[in-house]
């Protein structure tokens, strides 16, 4: 299958979403929510599901979604200003919003995992978005189990990692089989892009989460210079870490167990887009113990433990410094 028409829609609706993500941070709509699970989320979280979850629903209305929020708590009478602004950014690209249209809309992302779904994740690194740093719009598609399409829209990214104070905004998009590509969002012609092939490691970088609560930090520093590579690492939010890996520029990205949290299990949405980028670019993707990260049983990576993503050339001298280093 070429998946074209689900490309085509897939890019349309996460550039949608990134517009109304930039329009939030740029009118300083940006105060957080707190979900039940103590994380943040913003209007912009709701607006981009809303306005993802509306035009898959246009291009594919049998499939499911599976996306991160839920408009539950936007229904509450206390939140009926939150529910305006939604509404009124959504509204801006597309002509139709009401409020009811809206919740509706974004309750159109609690489908249920099947032999074909959607995984979407309206804002990837919302605490990169409140902090004004890096941030991704995350939509995929998988088939019996296998991540077939992926974007990833990065609006703060920087086109190129050396150059932070040139022009940012960053599309890549991935489908099975047919490579990856990366493209300013403000347009051009998309470019392929595969990951480093370098082997000397000591140029190498690697990537990880800004937050500490995410991964560790401690750890990963160990792993990192276990496998030679002696820079320090590139703290950055959100999937955009996927791209940095897929476009060479950075050979690794570490995500192990918090400390704090060592039972927390990675969510589909937060690594299903990155896999197939980084895949298709050439690299590798699974848990730190090495198992590919499996996307069929449900909104949880019940089965894995940690995220290991890499260029394929160090991945195995990656795996076994984690097997040196665990406790
Ligand atoms: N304890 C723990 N361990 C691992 N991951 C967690 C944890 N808690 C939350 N999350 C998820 O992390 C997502 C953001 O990841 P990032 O790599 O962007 O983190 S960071 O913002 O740089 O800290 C974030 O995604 P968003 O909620 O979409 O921002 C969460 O799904
Ligand atoms: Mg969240
Ligand atoms: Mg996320
Ligand atoms: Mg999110």
Not at 53 to 71: I, K, S, T, Y
Not at 236 to 248: E, H, I, L, P, R
Not at 249 to 257: E, K, S
């Amino acid at each position: 299958m070429s998946y074209q028409q689900e490309k085509q829609v897939a890019i349309e609706a996460a550039l949608a979403a990134a517009k109304i993500c930039e329009q939030v941070r740029s009118e300083r709509v940006t105060q957080a929510m707190e979900k039940s699970d103590k994380s943040p989320v913003t209007v912009a979280d709701y607006g981009s599901q809303a306005v993802i979850c509306r035009l898959l629903a246009q291009g594919f209305p049998n499939d499911p979604v599976v996306g991160e929020e839920d408009a539950a708590d936007l229904v509450e009478p206390t939140m009926a200003n939150q529910l305006a602004q939604v509404t009124s950014y959504v509204q801006s690209v597309t002509n139709d919003a009401t409020p009811e249209a809206v919740v509706s809309w974004i309750n159109l992302g609690n489908g249920e995992i099947g032999p074909r779904y959607w995984t979407l994740d309206p804002i990837d690194g919302t605490k990169g978005f409140l902090r004004n740093d890096q941030y991704a719009v995350a939509l995929a598609l998988v088939e019996q189990g296998e991540v077939k399409v992926g974007v990833l829209a990065c609006p703060a990214l920087p086109v190129n990692l050396a150059q932070p104070d040139g022009e940012r905004g960053v599309l890549f998009v991935a489908v099975r089989g047919q490579g990856a590509t990366m493209v300013p969002i403000s347009g051009g012609e998309p470019e392929s892009i595969q990951v480093t092939d370098a082997d000397n490691t000591a140029e190498l970088r690697f990537v990880e989460s800004v937050e500490s609560g995410h991964g560790d930090h401690s750890r990963q520093d160990l792993v990192a210079k276990a496998v030679g590579i002696t820079a320090d690492s590139l703290r950055m939010d959100s999937q955009a870490k996927y791209g940095a890996v897929a476009s060479g520029q950075a050979a690794l990205y570490l995500r192990l167990p918090s400390s704090k949290y060592p039972n927390y299990r990675e969510k589909i949405w937060d690594h299903a887009a990155g896999t197939i980028v980084v895949e298709e670019a050439g690299g590798l993707v699974t848990d730190m113990h090495g198992k590919p990260l499996n996307f069929s049983i449900g909104s949880k990576l019940v089965e894995n433990q940690g995220v290991v993503v890499s260029n394929g050339v160090i991945h195995e001298t990656v795996l076994a410094a984690l097997r040196d280093t665990a406790n």
